[in-house]
Nanobody
Framework: VQLQAFGGGLVQAGGSLRLSCAAS????????MGWSRQAPGKERELVAH???????TYSDSVKGRFTISRDNAKNTVYLQMNSLKPEDTAVFFCYAEIRITYFAWAYYWGQGTLVTVSS
């Protein structure tokens, strides 16, 4: 199983970016998916989470600006980021809770994609 993230880059403050993360491999099903981020010199922070029933949660720092969504047919999770701020600069990692056999679930992480917001 692999998760591959796309969509990072350089954007000016106030701009928008859309991240995507696709899961591939031997997948029986996917439960929750989400995004976390790690800024230089800081601990990793959970940014957004979405359940299999499309219930979403966000960190207070991004609430109202970021939107998480998923496409189950494509095993893909998205993060629409609007009104970006310089403090959003970080490496963003996607994750997914994946059923790999009928009885076995495991968390998988993507490789990270860098988002840089200039002031």
């Amino acid at each position: 199983v692999q998760l591959q993230a796309f969509g990072g880059g350089l954007v000016q403050a106030g701009g928008s970016l859309r991240l995507s993360c696709a899961a591939s491999g031997s997948i029986v099903g996917i439960n929750s998916m989400g995004w976390s981020r790690q800024a230089p010199g800081k601990e990793r922070e959970l940014v957004a989470h979405i359940t299999s029933g499309d219930i979403t949660t966000y960190s207070d720092s991004v609430k109202g600006r970021f939107t998480i969504s998923r496409d189950n047919a494509k095993n893909t999770v998205y993060l629409q980021m609007n009104s970006l701020k310089p403090e959003d600069t970080a490496v963003f990692f996607c994750y997914a809770e994946i059923r790999i056999t009928y009885f076995a679930w495991a968390y998988y992480w993507g490789q990270g994609t860098l988002v840089t917001v200039s002031s």
